[in-house]
Protein backbone atom coordinates (compact mmCIF):
# COMPACT_ATOMS: atom_id res chain seq x y z
CA UNK A 1 0.00 0.00 0.00
CA UNK A 2 1.53 3.33 -1.29
CA UNK A 3 -0.39 6.40 -0.04
CA UNK A 4 0.60 9.74 -1.63
CA UNK A 5 0.85 13.05 -0.21
CA UNK A 6 -2.25 15.05 -1.63
CA UNK A 7 -0.87 18.18 -2.96
CA UNK A 8 -3.15 20.82 -1.28
CA UNK A 9 -4.48 24.47 -2.46
CA UNK A 10 -1.61 26.98 -3.10
CA UNK A 11 0.73 24.15 -4.62
CA UNK A 12 1.09 25.06 -8.47
CA UNK A 13 1.07 21.48 -9.46
CA UNK A 14 -2.78 21.77 -8.81
CA UNK A 15 -3.10 24.78 -11.34
CA UNK A 16 -1.42 22.93 -13.98
CA UNK A 17 -2.83 21.23 -16.84
CA UNK A 18 -2.59 17.06 -17.25
CA UNK A 19 -1.05 16.17 -20.31
CA UNK A 20 -2.87 12.64 -22.32
CA UNK A 21 -2.27 8.84 -21.54
CA UNK A 22 -0.37 7.70 -25.02
CA UNK A 23 0.56 4.38 -23.17
CA UNK A 24 -1.97 1.84 -22.37
CA UNK A 25 -1.12 -1.41 -19.89
CA UNK A 26 2.12 -0.23 -18.09
CA UNK A 27 3.94 -0.74 -15.08
CA UNK A 28 4.06 2.67 -14.80
CA UNK A 29 0.22 3.39 -15.26
CA UNK A 30 -0.62 0.79 -13.27
CA UNK A 31 1.56 1.60 -10.34
CA UNK A 32 0.00 5.30 -10.57
CA UNK A 33 -3.01 4.01 -10.23
CA UNK A 34 -2.47 1.52 -7.62
CA UNK A 35 -1.38 5.19 -5.77
CA UNK A 36 -4.42 6.61 -6.62
CA UNK A 37 -6.29 4.13 -5.78
CA UNK A 38 -4.34 3.32 -1.87
CA UNK A 39 -4.41 7.53 -1.37
CA UNK A 40 -8.56 7.77 -1.81
CA UNK A 41 -9.00 4.54 0.20
CA UNK A 42 -6.72 5.99 2.68
CA UNK A 43 -8.49 9.77 3.11
CA UNK A 44 -12.05 8.45 2.38
CA UNK A 45 -12.22 10.17 -0.73
CA UNK A 46 -15.07 9.49 -3.91
CA UNK A 47 -12.42 10.27 -6.20
CA UNK A 48 -8.88 11.03 -6.91
CA UNK A 49 -6.86 12.55 -9.61
CA UNK A 50 -3.41 11.82 -10.88
CA UNK A 51 -2.18 15.77 -10.54
CA UNK A 52 -3.40 15.80 -6.74
CA UNK A 53 -0.38 13.61 -5.88
CA UNK A 54 1.40 15.47 -8.57
CA UNK A 55 1.35 13.25 -11.65
CA UNK A 56 0.63 15.52 -14.27
CA UNK A 57 -1.84 13.07 -16.44
CA UNK A 58 -4.99 12.61 -17.20
CA UNK A 59 -5.85 9.91 -14.90
CA UNK A 60 -9.31 10.23 -12.61
CA UNK A 61 -10.15 7.31 -10.69
CA UNK A 62 -13.41 7.48 -8.48
CA UNK A 63 -16.14 5.32 -6.45
CA UNK A 64 -18.01 5.06 -3.63
CA UNK A 65 -20.14 2.42 -1.77
CA UNK A 66 -20.30 3.71 1.96
CA UNK A 67 -18.05 6.93 2.61
CA UNK A 68 -18.04 8.69 5.90
CA UNK A 69 -17.77 12.08 4.16
CA UNK A 70 -20.40 11.95 1.96
CA UNK A 71 -22.83 9.76 3.80
CA UNK A 72 -26.32 10.31 2.21
CA UNK A 73 -24.36 9.87 -1.38
CA UNK A 74 -25.64 7.00 -3.70
CA UNK A 75 -22.81 4.15 -4.81
CA UNK A 76 -20.92 5.30 -7.68
CA UNK A 77 -19.26 2.10 -9.59
CA UNK A 78 -14.98 2.19 -8.84
CA UNK A 79 -13.97 2.91 -12.16
CA UNK A 80 -10.19 4.22 -13.28
CA UNK A 81 -10.92 6.88 -16.14
CA UNK A 82 -8.12 7.88 -18.61
CA UNK A 83 -8.24 10.85 -21.01
CA UNK A 84 -12.10 11.58 -20.04
CA UNK A 85 -14.48 13.46 -22.53
CA UNK A 86 -17.34 14.87 -20.34
CA UNK A 87 -20.64 15.70 -22.33
CA UNK A 88 -23.59 17.76 -20.70
CA UNK A 89 -26.91 14.76 -21.68
CA UNK A 90 -29.07 18.44 -21.08
CA UNK A 91 -28.70 22.16 -19.83
CA UNK A 92 -29.96 21.39 -16.52
CA UNK A 93 -27.67 21.81 -13.75
CA UNK A 94 -28.14 21.63 -9.85
CA UNK A 95 -26.29 23.42 -6.64
CA UNK A 96 -24.56 21.14 -3.85
CA UNK A 97 -22.25 21.17 -1.38
CA UNK A 98 -18.72 19.38 -2.26
CA UNK A 99 -15.32 18.91 -0.53
CA UNK A 100 -11.84 18.28 -1.80
CA UNK A 101 -8.58 16.53 -0.66
CA UNK A 102 -6.73 18.83 -2.05
CA UNK A 103 -9.28 22.02 0.32
CA UNK A 104 -8.90 20.10 3.39
CA UNK A 105 -11.87 20.70 6.21
CA UNK A 106 -14.00 22.39 3.77
CA UNK A 107 -17.25 22.87 1.76
CA UNK A 108 -19.02 24.91 -1.15
CA UNK A 109 -21.69 25.13 -2.51
CA UNK A 110 -21.35 24.38 -6.74
CA UNK A 111 -23.49 23.58 -9.78
CA UNK A 112 -22.88 21.12 -12.12
CA UNK A 113 -24.53 19.31 -14.76
CA UNK A 114 -26.78 16.16 -13.28
CA UNK A 115 -26.84 14.24 -16.42
CA UNK A 116 -23.61 13.54 -18.41
CA UNK A 117 -22.22 11.25 -20.66
CA UNK A 118 -18.57 10.66 -19.90
CA UNK A 119 -15.69 8.50 -22.12
CA UNK A 120 -12.58 7.59 -21.92
CA UNK A 121 -10.33 4.47 -21.64
CA UNK A 122 -9.22 1.75 -19.01
CA UNK A 123 -5.75 1.56 -18.03
CA UNK A 124 -5.79 -0.99 -20.26
CA UNK A 125 -6.42 1.60 -23.27
CA UNK A 126 -10.23 -0.15 -23.31
CA UNK A 127 -13.55 2.19 -24.06
CA UNK A 128 -15.46 3.18 -20.76
CA UNK A 129 -18.65 4.80 -22.22
CA UNK A 130 -21.40 5.99 -19.20
CA UNK A 131 -23.90 8.42 -18.63
CA UNK A 132 -24.41 9.25 -15.13
CA UNK A 133 -26.73 11.53 -12.81
CA UNK A 134 -26.46 13.04 -9.93
CA UNK A 135 -23.74 12.56 -7.18
CA UNK A 136 -22.21 9.95 -9.91
CA UNK A 137 -22.26 12.94 -12.68
CA UNK A 138 -20.92 15.42 -9.90
CA UNK A 139 -17.58 13.33 -8.82
CA UNK A 140 -16.82 12.87 -12.34
CA UNK A 141 -16.95 16.24 -12.67
CA UNK A 142 -14.97 17.17 -9.77
CA UNK A 143 -12.40 14.90 -10.76
CA UNK A 144 -11.59 15.67 -14.27
CA UNK A 145 -11.93 19.26 -13.71
CA UNK A 146 -8.30 18.68 -11.98
CA UNK A 147 -7.18 17.91 -14.93
CA UNK A 148 -7.40 21.20 -15.97
CA UNK A 149 -6.09 22.87 -13.20
CA UNK A 150 -9.79 24.31 -11.36
CA UNK A 151 -10.74 23.49 -7.87
CA UNK A 152 -14.30 23.11 -6.98
CA UNK A 153 -13.88 26.55 -5.13
CA UNK A 154 -13.13 28.31 -8.19
CA UNK A 155 -16.60 27.41 -9.08
CA UNK A 156 -18.53 28.58 -6.22
CA UNK A 157 -22.48 29.24 -6.97
CA UNK A 158 -22.89 31.00 -3.64
CA UNK A 159 -19.13 32.74 -2.11
CA UNK A 160 -21.47 32.85 1.31
CA UNK A 161 -21.81 29.22 1.33
CA UNK A 162 -18.01 28.04 1.40
CA UNK A 163 -16.33 27.73 4.78
CA UNK A 164 -15.09 25.08 7.15
CA UNK A 165 -17.19 22.52 7.79
CA UNK A 166 -17.33 22.96 11.56
CA UNK A 167 -18.38 26.58 11.43
CA UNK A 168 -20.87 25.63 8.45
CA UNK A 169 -22.09 23.22 10.37
CA UNK A 170 -22.06 25.48 13.62
CA UNK A 171 -24.13 28.12 11.75
CA UNK A 172 -26.76 25.26 10.79
CA UNK A 173 -25.75 25.66 7.65
CA UNK A 174 -24.62 22.18 6.61
CA UNK A 175 -24.86 18.67 9.02
CA UNK A 176 -22.02 18.49 10.34
CA UNK A 177 -19.89 15.56 8.74
CA UNK A 178 -16.47 14.37 9.34
CA UNK A 179 -13.46 16.89 8.75
CA UNK A 180 -10.46 15.69 6.27
Known amino acids: MTVKTVL ?4 PGLRETAQPVTNFSTI ?3 QLISDLLDTMAHYNGAGLAAPQIGVALRVVIFGVEHNPRYPHAEPVPRTVLINPIITPVDTHQAADWEGCLSVPGM ?4 S ?8 GFDQHGQLIERQAEQ ?11 HLDGILYCDKLA ?7 IEELASAGIIDQLPTE
Not at 112 to 119: A, D, K, P, S
Open 135 to 145: FHARVVQHECD
Open 107 to 110: RGMV
Open 28 to 30: ELD
Open 112 to 119: RYTRIQYR
Open 158 to 164: DPQKFGF
Open 8 to 11: RIGD
